[in-house]
C-alpha cells in the first residue's frame, strides 16, 4: 500500500510542477488534445496505460 501513495505523491508533484512551470503551454497541449478525435484521443490513453504498465513491470524486475 506504501507504494501506492509514493506513486500518487509522485503524480501529483510531477503535475504541480508542470502546472507551475508552463501553464501557458498546458493550455497549449490540452487545445491540441480537444482538436483530436475521440479515437485519437483514446489510442493515446491506451497507449500512456501500457507504457505505464511497462514501466511498472520493468521497476519490479530490476527491484
Known amino acids: 500500500m506504501i507504494w501506492v501513495i509514493l506513486?500518487?505523491?509522485l503524480v501529483l508533484v510531477v503535475e504541480g510542477l508542470v502546472?507551475?512551470?508552463?501553464?501557458?503551454?498546458?493550455?497549449?497541449?490540452?487545445?491540441?488534445?480537444?482538436?483530436?478525435?475521440?479515437?485519437q484521443r483514446r489510442l493515446?490513453?491506451?497507449?500512456?496505460?501500457?507504457?505505464?504498465?511497462a514501466l511498472v513491470a520493468l521497476a519490479r524486475w530490476l527491484g
Open 44 to 53: 493515446m490513453g491506451l497507449a500512456s496505460v501500457a507504457a505505464g504498465v
Open 7 to 9: 506513486a500518487f505523491g
Open 19 to 39: 502546472l507551475a512551470l508552463a501553464p501557458l503551454r498546458v493550455e497549449q497541449v490540452l487545445a491540441l488534445l480537444a482538436s483530436l478525435s475521440r479515437d
